[in-house]
C-alpha cells in the first residue's frame, strides 16, 4: 500500500524557516517524481514545487524561488521541502504528492501538514 | 503561465443528477489535465488524469473529455458521497497550476 506521511509543520514567526518531511512506503522511491503542494485556509490548491526522480531537476513556484529549497533522499525514502524566509502568506497545509513528471498526475497524496506563519 | 479557470465555482444538485464541471485554459495544450476531488480537511483525490482516463478504483460515473483549452468533467447520476470541491490541474508545463475549484453541494 503506497503511503505518504509528511511531518515538520508548525508555528513560525515571519522570516523564520522550518523543514517539511514526507516519508514514503509502499512504492519504489527513487523511480518516482515527486511533489509538495499547498493549500492556504479556504483557498485552492497550489502547485509549489517537484523533484525529479533522481533529484536533477527541480521547480519551483515563482513566489517561492530563493526561499524554499526540495530534495530527497531516495536510500531513506524521503522527500523534504526546506522553507526559509517565510511569510504569513506561506501560510498552508503541505502536502506530499507522489508524481509530477511531465504529462503526469498526483496518484497519491499525503494527509498534510500545517504551517502557520505568524508573529 | 496556463491559467485555469473552472466553471461554475460553485453548483447546488440532488442525488442523481448529472452535473458538468469545465475547466477553460488561457492557451492551447494538449491534454494534460487532471481532476481531483477533495473533501473538507481530507487530501485531494485523483479521480481523472489526461483529460479522459478514470484513475484505478474510481467509479464509472466519473467522465472527462477535452483537449486544447476546453475540459470537463461530468458526474452522472450523483451519490451523496460525491459532494466535495473539484480542481482541474495542468501538467503540460511548469508552473503547474490548478483551477479555483468548483464546490459541488447538496441542494
Known amino acids: 500500500e503506497v503511503q505518504l506521511v509528511e511531518s515538520g509543520g508548525g508555528l513560525v514567526q515571519p522570516g523564520g524557516s522550518l523543514r517539511l518531511s514526507c516519508a514514503a512506503s509502499?512504492?519504489?522511491?527513487?523511480?518516482?517524481?515527486m511533489t509538495w503542494v499547498r493549500q492556504g485556509p479556504g483557498k485552492a490548491m497550489e502547485w509549489v514545487a517537484t523533484i525529479k526522480f533522481d533529484g536533477s531537476e527541480k521547480q519551483y513556484k515563482d513566489s517561492v524561488k530563493g526561499r524554499f529549497t526540495i530534495s530527497r533522499d531516495n536510500a531513506r525514502n524521503s522527500l523534504f521541502l526546506q522553507m526559509n524566509i517565510l511569510r504569513t502568506e506561506d501560510t498552508a497545509v503541505f502536502y506530499c504528492?507522489?508524481?509530477?513528471?511531465?504529462?503526469?498526475?498526483?496518484?497519491?497524496w499525503g494527509q498534510g501538514t500545517l504551517v502557520t506563519v505568524s508573529s | 503561465d496556463v491559467q485555469l479557470t473552472q466553471s461554475p465555482s460553485s453548483l447546488s444538485a440532488s442525488v442523481g443528477d448529472s452535473v458538468t464541471i469545465t475547466c477553460r485554459a488561457s492557451q492551447t495544450f494538449n491534454i494534460y489535465l487532471n481532476w481531483y476531488q477533495q473533501k473538507p480537511g481530507k487530501a485531494p483525490k485523483s479521480l481523472i488524469y489526461?483529460?479522459?482516463n478514470l484513475e484505478s478504483g474510481v467509479p464509472s460515473r466519473f467522465s472527462g473529455s477535452g483537449s486544447g483549452t476546453l475540459f470537463t468533467l461530468t458526474i452522472s447520476s450523483l451519490q451523496p458521497e460525491d459532494f466535495a470541491t473539484y480542481y482541474c490541474q495542468q501538467t503540460y508545463s511548469f508552473p503547474y497550476t490548478f483551477g479555483q475549484g468548483t464546490k459541488l453541494e447538496l441542494k
Open positions: 509502499g512504492f519504489t522511491f527513487s523511480t518516482y517524481w
Open positions: 489526461a483529460a479522459s
Open positions: 504528492a507522489r508524481g509530477g513528471a511531465y504529462s503526469d498526475r498526483h496518484d497519491y
